[in-house]
């Protein structure tokens, strides 16, 4: 069965902290796809990255990075410096296969709080 | 471009009444779009595929009687609540798949419509 896990229901920060988000996936495939999106309070999904699973190598944009490795099926997500702004919940999915296609397969996600 | 509408935003309805949400690429055709449901402080769960031409498939536990998704065109696809009740209170998010381009995993996703059942 697939399935994402993200352990850290919420988390609390101050401003300019760094943060790490942990993503754990289950997964048979051997080709899938692992994304982050944000969800402010507004409620839309901000698409964040997308990476494949014949890519390992580390990414980084901006404040942000993400850690991706296959040994511990983990996809974690670090905000470096942290603002305000960042202040959402996160979601970390999965591209999965049910009855009719690829829709995602999204974990609980993980409030992140950043005070000033 | 990759835009996904959906419509309305928001939308109180009193129990017993049908509300109808709709979701459209607006740049682009989509013969498969998705719609996922996400309770408050809770994550997104899939509900149905809806493939422009043919029936929606439910995911399990999904009343298909309930949530009646039509995919008219391949631009557009309704999902409308019937009966509503307020348990069917909820975010309801629509994903749009662009036809021809990308791997079948790339979606875009809708704002999102806040159901409310008084």
């Known amino acids: 069965a697939q399935k994402v896990t993200q352990a850290q229901t919420e988390i609390s920060v101050v401003e300019k902290e760094d943060v790490t988000l942990d993503c754990v996936y289950e997964?048979?495939?051997?080709?899938?796809?692992l994304f982050w999106y944000k969800q402010p309070p507004s409620g839309e999904l901000v698409f964040l990255i997308r990476r494949n699973s014949f890519d390992e190598q580390n990414e980084i944009s901006g404040r942000y990075s993400w850690n991706f490795q296959k040994s511990t099926s983990s996809f974690n997500f670090t905000i470096t410096a942290s603002q305000v702004v960042d202040s959402a919940v996160y979601f970390c999915a999965l591209s999965g296969t049910n009855q009719a296609g690829t829709a995602l397969i999204f974990g609980k996600g993980t409030t992140l709080s950043v005070s000033s | 471009g990759a835009v996904v509408s959906q419509h309305p935003s928001r939308v109180i309805c009193k129990s017993g009444t049908s509300v109808k949400i709709e979701c459209r690429s607006l740049?682009?055709?989509?013969?498969?779009m998705f719609w996922y449901r996400q309770f408050p402080k809770q994550s997104l769960m899939l509900m149905a595929t809806?493939?422009?031409?043919?029936?929606?498939?439910?995911e399990q536990g999904v009343e298909k009687d309930k949530f009646l998704i039509n995919h008219a065109s391949l631009t557009l696809s309704t999902l409308t609540v019937t009966s509503a009740h307020p348990e069917d209170s909820s975010f309801y998010i629509c994903?749009?798949?662009?036809?021809?381009?990308?791997?079948?995993?790339?979606?875009?996703f809708g704002p999102g419509t806040r159901l409310t059942v008084t």
């Open positions: 997964t048979r495939d051997t080709t899938y796809y």
């Open positions: 740049d682009f055709q989509a013969t498969t």
């Open positions: 994903s749009a798949r662009q036809d021809g381009v990308g791997p079948s995993y790339e979606q875009y």
């Open positions: 809806s493939n422009e031409g043919s029936k929606a498939t439910y």
